[in-house]
């Protein structure tokens, strides 16, 4: 490929970006601006991601808002090809051969009216489609359903790039948790086994897990990690019963390095179930195979849980998740907005941090809406226009705090932090 190709596939990647970050922002990333334009082969455009992890995630969530993008941009029948650091990329050479091959081999007309076509077949495409396709003189293009199949069919949660520990904001909150997470992803199976993280929802739980599942595999290319919902275990577990396929579902969860099992307090009132996690459990903790959990209680206030298991739950380290306070939100705000390629005024920060104290979910939700209605109304965000877009009660609480804190907030955020 000449220099010319490479500056003009870079040029179309950049504009993909541009209109992806205006019509989809809430998709948007920083890291976007790493990835790697590969050019046009066999119907699609490729694009090379840093890592499988971030490739997996503009797979699961990018597709649609890429594609459309794409096709605005080159006016041309193209589809988006997500590659990993080491997934193969057809050669221009391989294609010309492959097109040539397939218009050497295809149907006759009737055999295509007919509805015969193996092109129509394996790519699913409408006839228009089909037409268009081959007076490109290209493959079949990859379609949305044929990308998101390549996705990990496990049962496996998909690990978030975004939730790395350099993204985590440690605070008073979760100090205890955070410091157990590094060790465990240094040294699993020795350091805290298990660790049981606990808190409310939306404080950083799942964050925490999915940083310990990114740092390990980073480190550990090869480690067989698997990482699960407690509901996708029990749906697992019944299907196999079913269909009588014990073995592999033991081989799924109990040969493993790591087990990562969010939610794990659905397992109340589950007897079949809590028996079948209570000798997985044992399987891999004494193998000295790491074992993390998350719960929205402490195992002792899990209703309906057998004493076993809550004795073995509390074996390593139970951490608490508490909810942020006034700074931890602030920073919290600036990196999510950071990660996202924008920048959120200061006064704009500090009145969502008076103003959003339940959850980090929240929070991002806050700037989910303020970047939308950016894009838009087409205006800079500031405080009048945060106000409009996060609606009345927040402008209310804004006009009722004036330009700065009360006596009242200040003691209040003083007394939380001690």
């Not at 097109?99 to 077949?121: F, M, R």
């Not at 899990?302 to 809550?310: F, G, S």
């Amino acid at each position: 490929m000449g220099i010319q190709d490479r500056q003009h596939d870079r040029s179309v990647l950049d504009d993909v970006l541009i209109k992806v970050k205006l019509n989809h922002p809430e998709h948007t990333r920083k890291w976007f601006e790493e990835l790697e334009p590969l050019g046009i082969a066999s119907g699609s455009f490729g694009v090379r991601a840093q890592s499988d992890m971030h490739r997996d995630y503009l797979r699961r969530t990018c597709l649609e808002a890429f594609n459309d993008a794409l096709g605005e941009t080159t006016g041309q029948l193209l589809a988006i090809r997500f590659l990993g650091p080491n997934d193969e990329w057809e050669s221009p050479i391989t294609t010309t051969k492959r097109a040539e091959t397939k218009k050497a081999a295809a149907p006759t007309p009737a055999a295509a009216s007919s509805g015969s076509s193996i092109w129509s077949d394996e790519a699913g495409l409408s006839d228009q489609e089909l037409k268009d396709s081959q007076s490109l003189g290209a493959t079949p293009i990859v379609h949305a359903s044929s990308e998101r199949s390549r996705l990990d069919s496990s049962g496996a949660l998909p690990i978030n790039p975004d939730y790395g520990f350099n993204e985590f904001v440690i605070g008073p909150n979760n100090r205890l948790a955070h410091a157990a997470s590094v060790a465990v992803a240094e040294n699993p199976g020795f350091a805290y086994n298990p660790l049981f993280i606990h808190g409310g929802v939306g404080l950083g739980k799942t964050h925490l897990l999915q940083a310990i599942c990114l740092r390990i595999t980073q480190e550990n290319p090869g480690i067989n990690l698997h990482y699960v919902s407690c509901d996708g275990f029990m749906t697992q577990f019944m299907s196999a019963v079913q269909s009588g396929k014990m073995a592999e579902f033991r081989h799924t969860f109990r040969d493993v390095d790591l087990l990562v099992i969010d939610d794990i307090h659905f397992l109340a009132k589950r007897d079949r179930t809590q028996e079948e996690f209570f000798h997985t459990f044992n399987a891999l903790y004494q193998a000295n195979k790491q074992i993390i959990l998350s719960s929205d209680a402490p195992p002792e206030e899990i209703p309906d849980l057998e004493e076993r298991l809550v004795s073995r739950f509390m074996w390593g380290l139970v951490a608490k998740v508490e909810k942020p306070g006034f700074e931890t939100r602030i920073e919290i705000l600036k990196r999510k907005a950071d990660a996202r390629g924008i920048k959120l005024p200061e006064p704009v920060v500090t009145e969502i941090a008076h103003y959003i104290d339940t959850n980090i979910r929240e929070l991002e939700g806050a700037i989910t809406k303020l970047q939308i209605y950016a894009n838009v109304e087409k205006r800079d965000i500031d405080l009048d226009m945060a106000r409009d877009a996060l609606g009345e009660e927040f402008a209310a609480a804004v006009s009722a705090q004036g330009t700065g804190p009360t006596i009242d907030r200040i003691i209040s955020e003083i007394s939380g932090y001690y």
